[in-house]
């Protein structure tokens, strides 16, 4: 088993809340890891065999819950970091679900269109004896996206000889995913960013942004913030950072993107992307130091650290990614006045449409996408409402605060499942 710490904030919490023992000894390592090797058949016939691994971090209120990513970084250790935060995030989304997460070391960029496909393929026959409906329900994350859901669950039909729409989420409509999951998780992080501002008596037109991480979840909280009014002055890829201070038409980016497969040049070749005649192209790490009212982080996990966060002047930061800001930046943006509006619950969206998901897959209804977008709405309002409430209550962050309630809900179903107390009763 790969050692796990947890993140001093729990260990804090576990002291405020009086955490009982035996949910503070649970919630202290993952419930499963399995490291598996992943077959790949090469389009010129050789075999290439990648490093995988599925962690289901806790299930105690439900089957474990977590995309699966594709990606040259990926460790076990990675995977449980994010399983763990899977488990905070469905936790205080009150889903009834656990956390897990799972991946292959891979890049591909390296790899031939069919090639994803069979490795896809090869990572769920690799994990298909611990997952399932019931079990562990994987979904896109990182370089996976719905085409590669539907491959792979396909492929579980095909080894478990049974139609089972629930095994994953994040699947094309037309195999049971659910309408609204693409934009789920960049709407969930609009509906947050709107309660924020809200209270605080902003509108968005007047609202500056900058979005470091022009991928799935990124580009359509982009292209969403931008129909709502927000001004989008600043967007980024792996390869490229833009920059207009008037702001740029994201969905235009989107379509120049999908085409050229590159944010690059996207100001030159056509000059609808922006709407002033000002935009640049800048370097990638000064996108997250610009003077704007809100910095999306919606990349991958450490963005922020101690060496950078004193360049941020954003008072306001949305994590879409998970992790964007490590523990060490988080405590000095936070001293720094900084607001941050915490991974946790502004990214909980996507999986939240998971879950609606998987209760269609269940119930065999369909859902219409205004009635995806009204529930989707109505839950993450009032959960970023009642994180809000708490941390303006109790004068702390809201990432505490979002934390200290997933914790409760957790502790209080180990409690409820027979704990020491019964024993010593
Ligand atoms: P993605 O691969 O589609 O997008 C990631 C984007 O970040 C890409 O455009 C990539 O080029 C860009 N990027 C990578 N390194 C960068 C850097 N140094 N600077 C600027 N841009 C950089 O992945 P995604 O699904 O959008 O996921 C992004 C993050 O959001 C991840 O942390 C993921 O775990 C999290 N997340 C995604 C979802 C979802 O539904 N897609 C849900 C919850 C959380």
Same mark, same amino acid.
């Given at each position: 088993?790969?050692?796990?710490?947890?993140?001093?904030?729990?260990?804090?919490?576990?002291?405020?809340?009086?955490?009982?023992?035996?949910?503070?000894?649970?919630?202290? #390592?993952?419930?499963? #890891?399995?490291?598996?090797?992943?077959?790949?058949?090469?389009?010129?016939?050789?075999?290439?065999?990648?490093?995988?691994?599925?962690? #289901?971090?806790?299930?105690?209120?439900?089957?474990?819950?977590?995309? *699966?990513?594709?990606?040259?970084?990926?460790?076990?250790?990675?995977?449980?970091?994010?399983?763990? =935060?899977?488990?905070?995030?469905?936790?205080?989304?009150?889903?009834?679900?656990?956390?897990?997460?799972?991946?292959?070391?891979?890049?591909?960029?390296?790899? @031939?269109?069919?090639?994803?496909?069979?490795?896809?393929?090869?990572?769920?026959?690799?994990?298909?004896?611990?997952?399932?409906?019931?079990?562990?329900?994987?979904?896109?994350?990182?370089?996976?996206?719905?085409?590669?859901?539907? =491959?792979?669950?396909?492929?579980?039909?095909?080894?478990?000889?049974?139609?089972?729409?629930?095994?994953?989420?994040?699947?094309?409509?037309? $195999?049971?995913?659910?309408?609204?999951?693409?934009?789920?998780?960049?709407?969930?992080?609009?509906?947050?960013?709107?309660?924020?501002?809200?209270? +605080?008596?902003?509108?968005?037109?007047?609202?500056?942004?900058?979005?470091?991480?022009?991928?799935?979840?990124?580009?359509?909280?982009?292209?969403?913030?931008?129909?709502?009014?927000?001004?989008?002055?600043?967007? @980024?890829? /792996?390869?490229?950072?833009?920059?207009?201070?008037?702001?740029?038409?994201?969905?235009?980016?989107?379509?120049?993107? #999908?085409?050229?497969? +590159?944010? /690059?040049?996207?100001?030159?070749?056509?000059? /609808?992307?922006?709407?002033?005649?000002?935009?640049?192209? *800048?370097?990638?790490?000064?996108?997250?130091?610009?003077?704007?009212?809100? $910095?999306?982080?919606?990349?991958?996990? !450490?963005?922020?650290?101690? !060496?950078?966060?004193?360049?941020?002047?954003?008072?306001?930061?949305? +994590?879409?990614?998970?992790?964007?800001?490590?523990?060490?930046?988080?405590?000095?943006?936070?001293?720094?006045?900084?607001?941050?509006?915490?991974?946790?619950?502004?990214?909980?969206?996507?999986?939240?449409? /998971?879950?609606?998901?998987?209760?269609?897959?269940?119930?065999?209804?369909?859902?219409?996408?205004?009635?995806?977008?009204?529930?989707?709405?109505?839950?993450? +309002?009032?959960?970023?409402?009642?994180?809000?409430?708490?941390?303006?209550?109790?004068?702390?962050?809201?990432?505490?605060?979002?934390?200290?309630?997933? *914790?409760?809900?957790?502790?209080?179903?180990?409690?409820?499942?027979?704990?020491?107390?019964?024993?010593?009763?």
């Amino acid at each position: 088993m790969t050692a796990f710490d947890l993140p001093d904030l729990v260990h804090k919490i576990f002291d405020d809340q009086e955490v009982t023992p035996d949910a503070r000894a649970i919630l202290a #390592q993952p419930d499963r #890891q399995i490291a598996v090797s992943v077959p790949l058949r090469r389009d010129d016939g050789s075999l290439a065999v990648f490093p995988g691994w599925r962690c #289901q971090f806790n299930t105690t209120l439900g089957p474990a819950k977590g995309g *699966i990513r594709f990606h040259p970084g990926v460790t076990a250790e990675e995977c449980t970091q994010l399983a763990f =935060w899977m488990t905070i995030k469905c936790a205080l989304m009150e889903l009834p679900f656990g956390g897990g997460k799972g991946g292959a070391q891979v890049d591909p960029k390296d790899l @031939s269109p069919l090639e994803v496909e069979r490795l896809a393929r090869g990572y769920i026959g690799a994990i298909a004896d611990v997952i399932g409906p019931d079990r562990d329900i994987p979904a896109p994350d990182v370089n996976t996206d719905a085409r590669v859901m539907g =491959w792979m669950a396909d492929e579980f039909a095909k080894i478990t000889r049974r139609h089972e729409p629930a095994c994953i989420t994040g699947k094309p409509v037309c $195999l049971g995913g659910s309408e609204g999951r693409t934009q789920a998780t960049g709407r969930g992080a609009l509906i947050v960013l709107d309660a924020w501002l809200e209270r +605080e008596g902003r509108k968005p037109e007047d609202v500056t942004v900058a979005v470091q991480g022009f991928g799935n979840a990124g580009a359509h909280f982009a292209c969403l913030a931008h129909e709502r009014g927000y001004r989008i002055v600043a967007v @980024s890829d /792996s390869q490229a950072a833009i920059h207009d201070p008037d702001g740029l038409t994201p969905s235009k980016l989107l379509d120049y993107k #999908q085409k050229e497969k +590159e944010l /690059s040049g996207a100001l030159y070749a056509d000059s /609808s992307v922006k709407e002033g005649n000002g935009g640049e192209e *800048i370097a990638q790490e000064d996108l997250l130091a610009l003077d704007v009212d809100v $910095l999306v982080l919606a990349a991958m996990e !450490d963005a922020i650290t101690e !060496d950078n966060a004193g360049t941020v002047t954003a008072p306001l930061i949305l +994590e879409i990614a998970n992790g964007p800001v490590t523990p060490e930046a988080d405590a000095m943006l936070v001293k720094d006045g900084k607001v941050i509006l915490p991974d946790v619950l502004a990214n909980a969206g996507g999986v939240t449409v /998971s879950y609606y998901e998987w209760v269609q897959g269940r119930t065999g209804e369909r859902w219409g996408a205004a009635t995806v977008t009204d529930r989707l709405t109505e839950r993450m +309002e009032a959960i970023a409402e009642a994180c809000f409430d708490r941390a303006g209550d109790d004068d702390i962050p809201v990432r505490e605060a979002a934390y200290a309630k997933a *914790i409760t809900r957790i502790a209080d179903a180990i409690s409820s499942r027979g704990d020491r107390s019964y024993f010593a009763g």
